[in-house]
């Protein structure tokens, strides 16, 4: 399993690649921006796209996801069904940019990519259909988890009640995981649960 991170986009989003390096599968993760440097990614890996898997419905994390599709229309794209229309202030829906062919993902659902196994996990507050997905030992927490910090809850359609919960969830998952947050540096599930002051609080 191989990670590829690309940080696309006005506000530095981190777009990831999941790619089974023995079957040459493909998922992208919360495609920001730039379509064309995801397709030109992908082409040089020899990558078959499946995925264009999303974390939450904010602009700044699918602004790519029709323009991706359209490049590769047998990649299915998911969205939790909360955050399928618009989400807060950002009018850019998910279910008319993409229309019937958007799929729909909650927790618990697993989707399987190559030999690895993509499980979701639903994590509401920084918007209500948040979620985290985990593969293997990595962990893509979108603007749920970030290193040291948290996702915003003060922004429309936030849902700062079931923010703690959700952080909650993630520090109870057993053993540890790498993290790859929407925005900023990587980090460990482990180094959060020790020194992220909103883990700690729980």
């Known amino acids: 399993m191989k990670v590829i991170r690309k940080i696309l986009g006005e506000l530095e989003t981190n777009c990831y690649i999941l790619f089974d390096e023995e079957t040459r599968e493909a998922a992208v993760i919360d ?3 730039e379509a064309e440097t995801l397709r030109g990614e992908l082409e040089g890996l020899g990558a078959a796209l499946r995925y264009i898997l999303l974390t939450h419905g904010h602009r700044d994390h699918t602004l790519a996801a029709p323009r991706l599709h359209e490049l590769f229309p047998e990649a299915a794209v998911y969205i939790h069904p909360a955050d399928k229309g618009v989400v807060g202030i950002y009018h850019y829906p998910m279910e ?3 229309g019937p062919e958007l799929k729909l993902y909650d927790e618990g659902d ?3 990519l ?4 993509v499980e979701v996990l639903h994590t509401p507050g920084h918007t209500g259909g948040s979620v985290c997905l985990k593969c ?4 893509f927490t979108g603007d749920t988890l970030f290193a040291g910090s948290m996702g915003r809850v003060d922004l429309p359609g936030a849902q700062p009640d ?3 919960a959700s952080l909650k969830k993630l520090k109870e ?3 540890d995981y790498d993290v790859y947050p929407g925005h900023m540096e990587t980090t460990t599930l482990a180094r959060e649960r020790q020194y992220n ?3 700690k609080m729980l």
């Open 162 to 164: 079931r923010m703690m």
């Open 173 to 175: 998952l057993p053993g």
């Open 31 to 33: 495609p920001a921006d």
């Open 114 to 117: 190559g030999g690895l196994t």
């Open 197 to 199: 002051l909103y883990l």
């Open 136 to 139: 293997g030992m990595a962990l």
């Open 110 to 112: 697993t989707l399987p």
């Open 96 to 98: 008319e940019l993409i």
